[in-house]
C-alpha cells in the first residue's frame, strides 16, 4: 500500500501488565491480525517464554528454530528470525521456553535494558516495511518487560474487566515512569483497554467505571467482550478474526484496531 499517511517507520507497542491471564496475548494476537487485516503490515514479538502468542498465531515449537532469546542473547540478525504468519501481513519473532533465563542471563550484560531496543533498530528492520510492532509482554515487571519498554513508543495495558483489576496498575504506571527517566523519555501510554467484559454483569460495569473515572481519556471506547470464540481460537492456531470473522469478538478487535489507527493519524498529522 501507497498510502501517504501511513508511517514510514514502525510504531513499537508493548502490551504490557504484570497480571497474568488479562488478555495480553489475545489482545496482541487479534489486534495484530486486525491491524493486519487493515493493510497494515505488523510484526509480532513474543517476548513471553510460555510461547502463547507464538502457539496463537500457528507456529509450533519445532519450529521455533531462532527465536526472540537468540535475537536478545546471540545476536542473531532479524532476517533469521522473522518468520511469516498464515495470516496475510502479520510476521512473528517466536519464543520458547529457552527465554525464562534470559532474565538472570541479562543482568550480567551492560546494555541489558536495550537488546530489545537495539535489535529493532537494525537496518534490516527497514526492508520488512512494518507499520506496527506489537510486543507481547510476560506477566512480569522484569528486565524483559523493561526491554519492551526501553524498545517500544508506547504501552498498551489490557485490563481484566474483574475485582482488583486496577491493583497493580500503579506499579506498572511506576515502572513507565522508570524507563521514562531513564532509557526512554518518549515513552507514551498508547491506552488501556477493557477485555472480558461481560455486560450482563455488574462487576464488568463496575470495573469499567472505575477504569474511566481514574484514568479518563486512556481508556479506549471499545471494550473487549467475554466471548468464547475468542478463548477458542488459539486451539486452531488462528486470530479469531479468521477463525470466527462474525464473532463477537472479532467485531471488537477490529473496532479497537480502528480506535488505535484514527489516534494515530491524529498524531502523525
Ligand atoms: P495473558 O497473556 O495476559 O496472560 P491471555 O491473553 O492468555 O492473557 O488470556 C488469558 C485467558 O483468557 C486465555 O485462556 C484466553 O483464551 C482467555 N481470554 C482472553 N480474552 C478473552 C475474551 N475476550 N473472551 C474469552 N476468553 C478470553
Ligand atoms: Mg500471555
Do not use: W
Amino acid at each position: 500500500m501507497s498510502d501517504p499517511t501511513r508511517p514510514r517507520a514502525p510504531r513499537i507497542i508493548a502490551v504490557a501488565n504484570q497480571k497474568g491471564g488479562v488478555g495480553k496475548t489475545t489482545t496482541t494476537i487479534n489486534l495484530g491480525a486486525a491491524l493486519a487485516e487493515q493493510g497494515l503490515n505488523v510484526l509480532v514479538v513474543d517476548l513471553d517464554p510460555q510461547g502463547n502468542a507464538s502457539t496463537g498465531l500457528g507456529i509450533e515449537p519445532t519450529d521455533r528454530e531462532y527465536t526472540t532469546y537468540e535475537l536478545l542473547l546471540d545476536d542473531i540478525p532479524l532476517p533469521e528470525v522473522i518468520q511469516k504468519t498464515d495470516t496475510e501481513n502479520l510476521s512473528l519473532i517466536p519464543a520458547t521456553v529457552d527465554l525464562s533465563s534470559a532474565d538472570i542471563e541479562l543482568i550480567a550484560n551492560e546494555k541489558r535494558s536495550y537488546l530489545l531496543h537495539d535489535a529493532l533498530r537494525q537496518p534490516a528492520i527497514d526492508e520488512y516495511g512494518f507499520d506496527i510492532v506489537l510486543i507481547d509482554c510476560p506477566p512480569s515487571l522484569n528486565l524483559l518487560t523493561v526491554n519492551a519498554m526501553v524498545a517500544a513508543h508506547s504501552v498498551l495495558v489490557p485490563l481484566q474487566s474483574e475485582f482488583f483489576a486496577l491493583e497493580g496498575l500503579s506499579q506498572l504506571m511506576m515502572t513507565i515512569r522508570e524507563v521514562r527517566q531513564s532509557a526512554n523519555p518518549n515513552l507514551r501510554i498508547e491506552g488501556v483497554v477493557l477485555t472480558m467484559y461481560d455486560a450482563r454483569n455488574n462487576l464488568s460495569q463496575q470495573v469499567e467505571d472505575d477504569a474511566r473515572s481514574n484514568l479518563g481519556e486512556l481508556v479506549y471506547r471499545t471494550v473487549i467482550p467475554r466471548n468464547v470464540r475468542v478463548s477458542e481460537a488459539p486451539s486452531y492456531a488462528l486470530p479469531v478474526l479468521k477463525y470466527d470473522s462474525a464473532s463477537k469478538g472479532a467485531a471488537a478487535y477490529r473496532a479497537l484496531a480502528q480506535e488505535l489507527l484514527s489516534t494515530y493519524t491524529k498524531t502523525a498529522a
